[in-house]
Each structure stands twice: as C-alpha cells, then as structure tokens.
Nanobody, 117 residues
Framework: VQLQASGGGLVQPGRSLRLSCQAS????????LKWYRQAPGAQRELVGI???????IVVDSVKGRFTISRDNVKNTAYLQMNSLKAEDTAVYYC????????????WGQGTQVTVSS
C-alpha cells in the first residue's frame, strides 16, 4: 500500500468520524501529509496539513472541529472530524507531498463521508 485513506461512512450531523491515511514508510516520510476533500459538483479543496515535525494547519471552515495527527510507528495520519455538518459531505483524500505549494507526489484513493440525518 502506498497511500490509502479509510474510515469514511454515513454519520448524522453533530457526530464524529475519524479518517485514517496509511502510507508506505518511504511515503509517510514526506515533508507534508495533506487532507483534501471534494464535494459533489465542487472543486477539490484543502482541509489541512500535517508537517513532518507534527505541526498542523487546518482551513478556517473546519477550524475548531477537525484535527490532524500522525502516528509515526504505524505510518498513519488521521483526520479527526467532530461536530460534522452536512456541508462536510465529500470524498476525502490524503496526499503526500514533498513541497508545500506544488502538486503532491502521492494520492490515496479517497473515502466517502456523508453527513445526513
């Protein structure tokens, strides 16, 4: 497995979900691991980033609700999503990137998150 996202599903508004992104060891050592999402009919958008040193950034629309972490033993990054809203419905992707502002080098296949009552 080079890069694989998992953990998506159907969840009610206000509930939580944790996505996982498992990577091969060499890929997990990339400078940046990013989470993106793409809602139906919309462009893919960045959700957040975790750097190799563990520092994180999330976009304003999920700030205070989503957190990113990584387990360097399991070569896995996580996206913890709390207080989910209908507008969080999307396919979520993880990506491994050498550079912050260039196209990422590796992409996972995406996992569907649907927030609905």
């Amino acid at each position: 497995v080079q890069l694989q996202a998992s953990g998506g599903g159907l969840v009610q508004p206000g509930r939580s979900l944790r996505l996982s992104c498992q990577a091969s060891e060499n890929i997990f050592g990339s400078n940046y691991l990013k989470w993106y999402r793409q809602a139906p009919g919309a462009q893919r958008e960045l959700v957040g980033i975790i750097n190799i040193d563990g520092s994180t950034i999330v976009v304003d629309s999920v700030k205070g609700r989503f957190t990113i972490s990584r387990d360097n033993v399991k070569n896995t990054a996580y996206l913890q999503m709390n207080s989910l809203k209908a507008e969080d419905t999307a396919v979520y992707y993880c990506a491994a990137c050498k550079f912050m502002y260039k196209t990422c080098d590796y992409w996972g296949q995406g996992t569907q998150v649907t927030v609905s009552s």
